[in-house]
């Protein structure tokens, strides 16, 4: 067996990669693993080759640099490999990956998680449709292939990703129909005490919401999309007035489009955490259930670091700086001095987290926009499962997303539950009258991504399977 790497960073985004290369600059052995073929993570992902002579933005300035670094240090960085398992062993945390087809196992003396965040989308009545896509998934196709999700749409989600995502539609050369936000300008004026921390990106968004105003797109404040139209694909959207706790109220508009970017905030992607054992808590004002971490980095279980928006929504900045925080912690756990450089860093953590942190309060769905999904509206969308069918499953006893899951195969399905378990637990909880706190996801499970079982299995030939003898009569 090959000697094993002193620590393995997951996740080679803003908050992996800073980890990974702090710790590799105290003369780390380190491999930092992530399913995406370059570092940068969701917010500074790398173009594709077919479009990297286009200008730069600040996002891919921020990526290049971070990716000369990478690739600059002795860091051992495997793209395009997909962490399936996590298992304590005796030298440390074996890792098994997809890669190439093939699952190999990694071993560390330390792991450090950044699994950073995925979005929550709010189900409501054809959501499903061609043409529907994430708001933050829309960044992800728009800095990677700089192509906009459709010729005219529909902008529709909470918090500032829904001004960003606009403002790119149009500089990419898209139509942007209307912006819609269940925040009030209220919210936002609430917010400007923390945002003022952070005035070069408080200017951003100033020039996004100018660009908008100046194109005269309609922005719907305190409203959401609340049915998607169309046949085989978006044909327009209606939009609905939202209560103080975002209840929907009355439809006040339809509005054509071929597309719509939907999103309602960020969610720790946790699953990596859950498997390798941490224990998780509800925190709404970090995002929703996070795992047990210190401000370092580091977690009650021997050698397991964590870093980013994996345990808690503070965006990029504090990713940054968490990344660095655990990368150190990591080492000191395999024996590097790190002297006073941790302390010198928890000053600017905390600035940055209070940005971050207001950007998450305005994201965060309150409970009325729960009751955009209909009976029939799709929640489990691998297993076709509507809001009725769940419902139903509650209704006859089933009292936690383990249970709706086992019941129903709610979260079976490839997705493994990462678009649907935060919608069912919600539900689960309004129906049994219980805080959301009360109703934590579903037990996590290898594969914590889908897995060929020729990968599993291998080369082999037929003729080489042992055939077990016949049974006597
Ligand atoms: C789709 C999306 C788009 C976003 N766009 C923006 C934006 O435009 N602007 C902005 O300010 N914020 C954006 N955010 C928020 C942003 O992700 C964070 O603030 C920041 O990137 C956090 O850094 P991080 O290092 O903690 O996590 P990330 O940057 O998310 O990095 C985590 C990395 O872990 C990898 N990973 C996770 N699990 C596995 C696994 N099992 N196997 C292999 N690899 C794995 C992922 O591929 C990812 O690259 C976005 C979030 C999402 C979910």
Known sequence: MAEPFDIAVLGAGPAGANAALEASRLGCRVVMIDEQSHAGGQVWRAKSAAVLSAPETPET??????????????????????????????????????????????????????????EFVQPIPGWTLPGVIGLAGATSLMKQALMPPGHRTV???S?????????????????????????????????????????????????????LMLARVPIFWRHAVSDVRGEDAVSSVQISKLGPDWTPLRTVKTVTSDSVCLGNGLIPALEAAQLAGLEITHAPELGGWVPKVAKDGSTNLRGVFMCGDGVGIRGASAAEIHGKLAGLSAAEFTGKQVGLQKNRL?????????????????????????????????????????????????EAGAASTNAVKSGLRAGMGPCGGKFCQTAIARLVASTKGLEEGAVPPHTARPPLRPVPVSALAGDFAYSDLPIPKPAPL
């Not at 971070?66 to 298992?87: C, F, M, N, P, Y």
């Not at 919210?187 to 660009?211: F, H, T």
């Open 61 to 118: 300035s921020a990526g290049n640099q971070l990716r000369k670094a990478v690739s600059q240090s002795a860091i051992a960085h495997l793209g395009d490999a997909r962490v399936w398992q996590i298992e304590q062993v005796p030298e440390g945390w074996s890792l098994q990956i997809l890669v190439g087809g093939r699952s190999e196992t990694i071993i560390a003396k330390a792991l450090v998680l950044a699994t950073g965040a995925r």
């Open 159 to 211: 918090g500032p990703l829904v001004f960003f995502v606009a403002s790119e539609i149009r500089r990419l050369g898209g139509t942007v129909a209307a912006v819609v936000t269940p925040n009030s300008r209220m919210d936002w004026i609430g917010a400007l005490p923390s945002m003022c921390r952070r005035p070069d990106l408080m200017w951003r968004g100033m020039v996004w919401m100018a660009d």
């Open 346 to 394: 928890y000053a600017r953590y905390a600035a940055a987290s209070s940005f971050g942190l207001a950007m998450t309060a305005l994201s965060v769905p309150r409970p009325g926009l729960e009751k955009l999904a209909t009976p029939q509206t799709i929640m489990c969308r691998c297993e076709s499962l509507s809001r009725d069918q769940l419902l139903h499953e509650i």
């Open 155 to 157: 902008v529709s989600g």
